[in-house]
């Protein structure tokens, strides 16, 4: 009788618990709810999810105590917030053994998932998980009762799907340096909702060298939740600059003949661009220049079309005296007491002027005295 009576005590005292494991980590691995028999109390933990997340949990029934026969029950698997409330789908029926009361716990695991509906408000929710519909066998002792219940607490955070939105400098349009193109420096920011100012990764980027032309640049900025932020610029690298003149200073040369002389020069251009560059004049060298001063004019224009115009002159004198003809002295008789009547000629050529006059003092026809006497002889061109 007394056998019977502290078996009788043993099955009162059998029971089942489900006990919700709280750890849960943000890398979604699996986490455990334990179901366990009276006195043993769940540890309490909490998981992040946005609106309309989910994570998955393992369910654990874990069962003590003297059982005589098979029993069994369910438990939901699926545990899903909405509005605030908790609602528990998917049971599942579970099978207890027949057990020892000094036998090791019983351990039964089922996975499940805990879900939140999309919409649902930010804050912490407990969910509670609890054994239902226990079947014992009937005629049997030991029978199975439901123990302390798990909890699960999810906080539902804020749900970021709005990526960054970046800032750039705009358009820019810079002067090239070089026939490589121009270095371009620029500055590009990005604010995200969530996250706050994020660093910001731009191709090609600032301070590199672009070529000639439209360069696209390409920014882009990722915040915490994965989102990511593009916004496009352009650098546009342009020639305006005209290519620079080296011309000779003002020229000066004597004449060579009537129509004056054949001059030579040389003048240079050179671009930033193109490097060294054609020139083009308005006389071209070793020309003949007129007497008197002439203005060249040089142009030179680069591939971009910028053109570079300078001038110098060309001044053609005349510095060269004409040249007389040699005169033969002369020796003539007496006529009488005043000397005599001496004629002469004299000529005189100039390489611009040609034949020019010439002045003789005394002049041709003049009395000479007796004796040596000296004319001289004068020619202007």
């Known amino acids: 009788m007394r056998s019977r009576s502290l078996r009788r005590r043993f099955n009162r005292v059998m029971s089942l618990m489900l006990v919700a494991l709280l750890t849960v980590p943000w890398s979604a691995l699996a986490s455990l709810v334990d179901i366990a028999v009276v006195d043993i109390v769940a ?4 998981v992040e999810l946005a609106a309309g997340g989910s994570a998955p949990i393992v369910i654990r029934a874990t069962i003590t105590g003297a059982q005589a026969a098979e029993s069994t ?11 605030g409330t908790w609602s528990g789908s998917a049971p599942v029926r579970l099978v207890s053994p027949p057990r020892a009361a000094q036998d090791p716990p019983t351990v039964i695991e089922v996975s499940g998932v805990v879900k939140v509906a999309s919409g649902q408000a930010r804050g ?7 054994a239902f519909d226990i079947v014992n066998s009937p005629g049997q002792g030991g029978k199975l009762a439901d123990g302390d219940d798990g909890r699960y607490t999810v906080n539902v955070i804020q749900s970021d799907s709005i990526a960054p939105v970046i800032t750039t400098p705009g358009n820019l349009v810079v002067e090239a340096a070089g026939a490589s193109g121009a ?7 990005a604010w995200d909702e969530t996250d706050g100012a994020l660093p910001v990764t731009c191709t090609p980027a600032s301070g590199s060298t672009f070529p000639l032309g439209t360069t696209t640049v390409a920014c882009s900025a990722v915040d915490a939740a994965g989102n990511v932020g593009t916004a ?7 020639d305006t600059t005209a290519p620079v003149l080296s011309l ?9 003949g009537p129509g004056g002389a054949a001059v030579g020069f040389a003048a240079s251009a ?3 661009v193109d490097g060294p560059v054609s020139v083009s004049y308005s006389h071209q060298p070793d020309s003949t220049f007129a007497l008197g001063t002439t203005e060249v004019r040089v142009n030179a224009t680069d591939a971009a079309g910028n053109t570079a115009s300078g001038s110098f002159t060309v001044t053609v004198r005349d510095t060269t005296a004409p040249v007389i003809d040699p005169l033969s002295d002369l020796s003539m008789e007496a006529a009488g007491p005043g000397g ?6 004299a000529s005189a050529s100039d390489i611009v002027d040609g034949g020019v006059g010439v002045v003789c003092v005394p002049p041709s026809g003049s009395t000479f005295p007796l004796g040596e006497n000296e004319v001289v002889c004068t020619a202007m061109d």
Do not use: C, Q, Y
């Open 43 to 46: 540890p309490v933990d909490s």
């Open 73 to 83: 029950f369910k438990v939901n698997t699926v545990w899903t917030l909405s509005g």
């Open 124 to 130: 912490s929710h407990t969910a509670v998980v609890s």
């Open 183 to 189: 270095p371009a420096t620029f500055a590009a920011s």
């Open 232 to 238: 496009n610029f352009t650098v546009t690298v342009r």
């Open 248 to 256: 000779p200073a003002g020229i000066v040369a004597e004449a060579t």
């Open 270 to 272: 050179s671009d930033l």
């Open 340 to 345: 005599a009547i001496v004629t002469f000629s």
